[in-house]
């Protein structure tokens, strides 16, 4: 009996050191509070955070601790991130860095606009369940979409209180699909797709309303042979202008597009 009562002494004191230990990491939405981010906007944003014990999470603070990284181009770059896209200063940057492999992060340096960024994150991930959603409904296989999440940058360091900068508070995230480069992609578009593949494309493409993907380059064909959509920003937009998406198809799946046009045209 004494023997008994020791042994699970011990149980209890070994769960409470595992509970103690872990605790940390176990727990979601757990980020410290940022005070500039008012808290109705931290709380509609914090159940999109990438979680805290998610690979990539400990790395993404180690980086963004130490400095100010999304200070300005210079610093960004210092910190170990690629910048790709210096020629278009409206946009964010889409970038990968040494420590991250595997993954993209988006990002609003605080030496462009103001903009409340956070939305712009938010937007996307909603995109991505719309799509995922519409792909689940149909039981659609030839397609794959990237996981997205909002990272909240660390509050200090902080960027100088001058009108130079704008703070931003959050990143986003996003499992790099391992697309096709421009080249290899719009030669998969003319090779690659099928009637039924378009049946599929066409499908989501109006549910989703996904108007921006007129655009080949924001659902680019991966290495793995499936098409993935990597810009979501813009759904239930509309029905998207199908006839700049058809200038990138051959022949025969220009006139597949025109009978599903029609068809649909029939129906409605
Ligand atoms: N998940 C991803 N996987 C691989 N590449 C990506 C991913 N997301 C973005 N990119 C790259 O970054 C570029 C810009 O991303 P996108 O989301 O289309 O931004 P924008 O709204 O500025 O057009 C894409 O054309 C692509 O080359
Ligand atoms: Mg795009």
Redesign the pocket.
Known sequence: MRNFCYTQFQKIFIFLIIYILFIPTLSFGNYPYNPYVPIDIWNEVEPYFLPINHPIKKKLDRIFQKKRVTLTEQTFVEAGFKI??LN?PF??V??GHKDLKGY?V?VYLDSQFSIPEWQMWLR?IKGIETIQHCLDKHQFTEFIL?K?WIYPLPVEPSPPLNEAYSRKNFILV??????LD?KKNAKAYKEMLTPNLLNDLYTILNECGLT?CI?I??M?F?KGQKI?F????LFHNGIPEFETLKKYFSDPMKDHLDKLINEKAFHN
Request: no cysteine; glycine share 4%.
């Open positions: 790709t896209r278009r946009n964010a889409v970038t993209l988006k996307r990237p997205k996003v499992e790099d699909m391992q697309i421009h921006d655009w380059g924001n680019p991966t993935t990597i810009d979501t920003e």
